[in-house]
């Protein structure tokens, strides 16, 4: 009778053990890609002269997003994303975070990855962070992180890993010293499947996957730069190969996904981090600007989301999100709610079921630092810009790459009104022909700006250059 018993036990557990991990979880797995300066033009489905096929198929199997909005630089769109947070309400609204500053995301404020562990979430980070580092408790393992593999800064080099003098990569709290020479987006994509692999059974994944493609420097495997021939500005052909080795890499994410059973009860979330760089061969044709201007090449991103949670596919949303709405988004997924007090809201029923978005507005950025004092707004189909607006203030064709169009000279301010409905490209400036309504526009931003913080800027501090550190960027000087 025991042995009939144990018997019955034995293929009870290798019965349970058999099935699909996703047969035994209730919440969704969320997979959130962060590409960094990747163009409006940057992508298949916007530019078909781009080989991403992985990420094509994707966005085209899901929900393609035609007005999400970002920051128009890195630290500033990740603040948004891990906080819920416009950075103008921060502190983290100033250009990107340097390497030597002694500063980061206040840690009275919850990350995202926070509130999904208290929701059961297994929460993991495999990429860029640049979001502080000078504390630790700066770092992704005290915000919510069960485990980081990837580096602090804004940059590195793809094969040696450093940036201004230092080595800057962490497995966990640990500097790694064993992978100079090796592409990065290789052996990050082989972490991520290794995350994927050993989930324990049953566990929900949330996965913030911020590549480190396409940032400068331009590097790639000579294999992802030969898939572009014909393109004869060498700049542009790195950075497009740069492009297709990420879209192969989101391949071999999805692919363990699918082998371990996880796809069908996955939420994936694909987003820029801002527009693309042209001075670094990012495009963003036929929007006006790029990365680190606040016209609409340099704020809205190329994004989308897919799942098989999401009822009506196959089509392109027009409705209006912002980068603060992802967190509460991807805790209403997850099954939690956000705090009310944040900026972001859940758009999940627009994502999930086509209904239109609870946002009707939003602010792109409210800065009182030089260079960038600017202030810009959109309400409805209206866009205000008054300060600093951003060079590159052109529409750049991607077969037109001149250094002319690279040059982010002398600041440009001023006033623009713009009716994005009629002129999502920028062409014409209303402010002089509609008084009221830029007066009606000028008036919803000051009452914006009487919430700022005040932006966290501090100076370098010698302290933390990594002579100090065993030649590596560490924590632990502020």
């Known amino acids: 009778m025991l042995r009939v018993l144990l018997f019955l036990v034995a293929g009870a557990l290798v019965m349970f053990s058999a099935r699909p991990r996703s047969e035994n979880a209730t919440k969704p797995n969320i997979v959130f890609i962060v590409a960094d300066d990747l163009g409006w033009n940057d992508v298949g489905w916007h530019n078909p ?21 970002v920051n128009y630089v890195c630290t500033p769109s990740r603040t948004a994303f891990m906080t819920g947070y416009f950075p103008y309400h921060v502190g983290m609204q100033h250009m990107a975070m340097l390497p030597e500053q002694p500063s980061g995301v206040p840690s009275h404020f919850t990350f995202l990855p926070e509130k999904l562990k208290e929701l059961g979430y297994s929460t993991h980070v495999v990429g860029k962070w640049h979001l502080g580092f000078c504390n630790w408790n700066y770092t992704p393992t005290y915000r919510g992180f069960d485990s980081f593999y990837g580096f602090y800064n804004g940059q590195d080099d793809y094969y040696q890993h450093t940036v201004a003098g230092g080595l800057d990569l962490r497995d966990g709290k640990e500097v790694v010293k064993t992978r ?99 001075l670094f061969s990012g495009n963003n044709f036929p929007l006006r600007g790029g990365k680190i201007t606040l016209w609409e090449g340099g704020t809205r991103a190329a994004a989308f989301v897919h799942g098989k949670m999401l009822q009506k596919t196959g089509y392109t949303s027009d409705e209006m999100i912002h980068a603060v709405d992802w967190f509460p988004t991807i805790l209403a997924a997850a099954g939690g709610t956000a705090d009310p007090s944040i900026d972001g809201v859940s ?23 030089f260079p960038t004092k600017q202030g810009a707004i ?37 006033t623009w009104l713009f009716n994005l409905k009629d002129d999502p490209t920028e062409h014409h400036n209303l402010a002089d022909t509609m008084p009221d309504k830029l007066k009606e526009m000028q008036g919803k931003l000051e009452d914006y700006r009487k919430t700022m913080v005040p932006a966290i800027w501090p100076k370098n501090d010698p302290k933390g250059n990594p002579r100090h550190w065993d030649g590596a960027w560490s924590p632990g000087w502020c």
């Open 378 to 414: 959109r309400v409805g189909d209206y866009k205000l810009i008054e300060g600093y607006a951003g060079k590159p203030d052109t529409w750049i064709r991607p077969d037109n790459l001149t250094d002319s169009h690279h040059d982010i000279g002398d600041p440009i301010t001023g």
């Open 49 to 69: 002269d781009v080989k991403t096929p992985v990420l094509d198929q994707l966005a085209h199997e899901g929900v393609i997003l035609n007005q999400s909005y």
């Open 347 to 369: 758009q999940l029923d627009t994502l999930v079921s086509g209904q239109p978005s609870p946002r009707t507005e939003f602010v792109y950025n409210i800065d009182d630092v």
């Open 180 to 278: 100079n020479g090796e592409y990065s987006t290789y052996f990050f994509t082989d972490r991520i499947v290794d995350i994927i692999e050993k989930n324990p059974l049953g566990l929900p994944l949330f996965l913030y996957l911020p590549f480190q493609n396409v940032h400068e420097p331009l590097q790639v495997p000579k294999r992802f730069e030969d898939m572009y021939a014909n393109v004869q500005n060498e700049n542009r052909r790195i950075f497009l190969g740069m492009v297709s080795a990420m879209d192969e890499a989101i391949g071999n994410v999805t692919m363990a996904m699918k082998k371990a059973g996880l796809w069908d009860n996955t939420l994936l979330i694909f987003t820029a981090d801002n527009g693309g760089w042209p």
